[in-house]
């Protein structure tokens, strides 16, 4: 995998067999310790629901009591962490609330024993000093030492690390990163409709349209859906240059129509290559009149 930054995000990037390049945002340590916090919250309401249970029988010590809420607490906690990741493929309620999830640094499938691996690690990371911190009354002065020193080494470790891992992270070989939430583009050709001018004013014939294939279609649409274009855009212009050479279309564009010639050209590229499709011809990009040749 290889890591750039890029808009003030760390970017982690890997290659699959299939050769297609897949980037992931590096979750950031504020959004972290948000989910960390939410999922505290949602274990503990549970842990202290069956502790006033108890507390309220007056069945138990208070020595016991406390024994049976650390009990509670390390059964409740660890399987809530497991088995939210396993069955939300790395995610926990917290995770989801704030948009982060759990990946495998390979960018493979996270697999069981590594989110047993990671969770476990966050006993020993995160809980075991907590306990310590809540306990130090009772703690001698090496105790509270060597707890103070393991907090810090905790701290200093996703901070000094590049890809802000955890050392449950880097033992289980996992990372933390963006999760945001999908958003569907809406349709270009009803989003933008043509007006009745726009429809007239450039009429393309079959032998403008057999030139290009999909590849060449969706090119066009993530230019079009750009919004930093405009007509007078140089690299508007030089596209419908492109375009009226490679399609030999004769009638003139006027100088501020080429966005109007695009988005035209668009979407009658589009029912053309649809209504292709329906009589089983699939024209993947220009080489298609080549390999059809051959």
């Known amino acids: 995998m290889n890591q750039h930054v890029q808009t003030n995000k760390r970017i982690e990037q890997f290659i699959p067999p299939e050769g297609v390049p897949i980037n ?8 972290r310790l948000g989910a960390q916090c939410l999922d505290l919250i949602f274990t503990l309401l549970l842990v202290f629901v069956c502790a006033l249970v108890v507390i309220f029988s007056r069945s138990l010590s208070p020595e016991a009591g406390m ?24 995610r926990t309620l917290g995770k989801r609330i ?8 390979n960018g493979r499938r996270l697999t069981p024993h590594q989110v047993v691996a990671r969770n476990l690690m966050k006993e020993v990371e995160i809980f075991t000093p907590l306990t310590f911190i809540f306990a130090v009354s009772s703690m001698s002065g090496w105790e509270i030492a060597v707890a103070v020193i393991w907090v810090l080494v905790i701290l200093i470790v996703p901070l000094a690390n590049r890809r802000r891992q955890r050392l449950g992270d880097i033992i289980a070989g996992t990372l933390v990163v963006d999760n945001p939430r999908s958003v569907l583009l809406s349709d270009l050709a009803i989003a933008t409709p043509l007006t009745t001018s726009s429809q007239t004013m450039f009429d393309f014939q079959p032998e403008h349209l057999d030139v290009y294939g999909k ?10 859906r750009d919004p930093t274009k405009n007509s007078y855009s140089e690299e508007i212009v030089q596209i419908t240059r492109t375009i009226i050479r490679k399609i030999g279309y004769s009638d003139p564009v006027k100088s501020g129509q080429e966005l ?28 298609h009149q080549k390999q059809k040749s051959e």
Request: hydrophobic content about 50%.
């Open 24 to 31: 992931f945002a590096i979750a950031s340590l504020g959004a």
């Open 215 to 224: 590849y060449e279609l969706q090119t066009l649409e993530d230019v079009l």
């Open 98 to 105: 704030v948009g982060v999830r759990v990946v495998n640094v």
């Open 260 to 287: 109007a010639f695009l988005a035209a050209f668009y979407r009658a590229q589009r029912e053309h290559l649809e209504t292709l499709r329906l009589f089983g011809t699939r024209r993947e990009d220009k080489f």
């Open 67 to 90: 024994t049976l809420f650390l009990l509670l607490a390390f059964l409740t906690r660890t399987p809530y962490y497991i088995l939210s990741e396993l069955v939300w493929n790395g």
